[in-house]
C-alpha cells in the first residue's frame, strides 16, 4: 500500500478523533500500518470508528513491552495490569511454580515468563475463547494452559505446591458493567467483566481456595479496584492469608498480595 498523503492522514487522524478516539494520531498510525491496501484500511477505520476495539482490528495488544496477539471477544490487556507483574516477580521465590488464574489472553502468564525463571508455569481460563487465544501466546514458552473454572482444571498434585498464583479475575460490580466503555462491554466476554454484585465474587472463591493451593510462604497477587481493597483483604484474611496493598498511581493499578502463612 502506497504512503497517504498528508491530506488523507490528517483526514484519518479526523475521523477518529470525532469518533472519539482519544489517540487519534498513535490509532491511524497503527491502522495505517495493519492496513496492506485503501480498501483494507477503509475498512478497518469504518469498524474502528463503529466502536470495535483497535486491539481487535490489530489482532494483537502491547502489554508490558510485549505484544500478545488478541482474538475477537477476549480479554484486551490493559495497561495497569503491569503492576500485577511487577508485584508478583517481586515477592516470588527463585524458580517458582507459578499459576496464572483467569488468564485471558495469556498476557500476564507470557509476562512473568519473561520476568521469571519458574520451575514450572501455567495457566488457565473458563473461557474456551480465551484458552485458545494464550496457546498461541505461550507458545513456544513451554507453558500448559488448562481451560475450566480456577483451580478446578489444574493437576491434583499441584495442590499445597504453588510459589506463586495470579489472578486477574473480573472485579467490575455487576450494577457497573453496563457503565463501562462500550468497546468492553460490547465486545468483551461478560464473563471476563462481570465480578458479581460488589465485584469480588470471583476474587472472594481464589482467595479461599489459593489457601488450599499455595505453599507455606506462598503468594497470592490480584487486581482489583481501589474502593474494594478493605472488603477483599478482609476476605482474605478471614481465608487465613495475610493481606497486603500495593498501589501505582501512574498506571492507577492496585494489587491486594496475600501471603499464605509459613
Known amino acids: 500500500m502506497p504512503p497517504p498523503s498528508p491530506t488523507d492522514r490528517a483526514a484519518l487522524v479526523g475521523r477518529l478523533r470525532a469518533a472519539g478516539c482519544v489517540y487519534a494520531e498513535d490509532e491511524a498510525e497503527l491502522l495505517l500500518a495493519a492496513a496492506d491496501s485503501p480498501a483494507t484500511l477503509v475498512d478497518l477505520t469504518d469498524r474502528r470508528v463503529a466502536g470495535e476495539p483497535l486491539e481487535y482490528l490489530l489482532g494483537w495488544a502491547e502489554f508490558a513491552g510485549l505484544r500478545i ?36 489472553s495469556g498476557a500476564t502468564t507470557v509476562a512473568l515468563a519473561h520476568r521469571l525463571t519458574p520451575r514450572w508455569l501455567a495457566a488457565a481460563d473458563i473461557d474456551p475463547a480465551a484458552v485458545a487465544c494464550a496457546r498461541r501466546n505461550v507458545g513456544g514458552l513451554n507453558v500448559e494452559v488448562y481451560e475450566g473454572d480456577l483451580f478446578a482444571p489444574l ?5 499445597g505446591r504453588l510459589d506463586l498464583v495470579v489472578c486477574n479475575a473480573p472485579y467490575v460490580p455487576t450494577g457497573a458493567v453496563a457503565l463501562m466503555p462500550p468497546e468492553a462491554r460490547l465486545h468483551e466476554a461478560p464473563v471476563a467483566l462481570d465480578g458479581g454484585p460488589d465485584g469480588l465474587s470471583v476474587l472472594r472463591r481464589v482467595g479461599v481456595d489459593a489457601a488450599e493451593w499455595l505453599t507455606p510462604g506462598g503468594h497470592l497477587v490480584v487486581e482489583a479496584g ?19 496493598v500495593r498501589h501505582d498511581e501512574d498506571l492507577d493499578a492496585t494489587a491486594v498480595v496475600a501471603q499464605n502463612p509459613t
Do not use: K, Y
Open 226 to 244: 481501589t474502593t474494594q481493597v478493605d472488603a477483599l483483604c478482609a476476605a482474605f484474611s478471614a481465608a487465613g492469608l495475610i493481606p497486603g
Open 69 to 104: 496477539a488478541v482474538d475477537a471477544g477476549v480479554f484486551v490487556p490493559r495497561a495497569r495490569t503491569a503492576l500485577l507483574v511487577q508485584v508478583a516477580a517481586e515477592v516470588t521465590v527463585p524458580a517458582p511454580a507459578v499459576v496464572d488464574l483467569c488468564c485471558g
Open 155 to 159: 493437576p491434583p498434585r499441584w495442590r
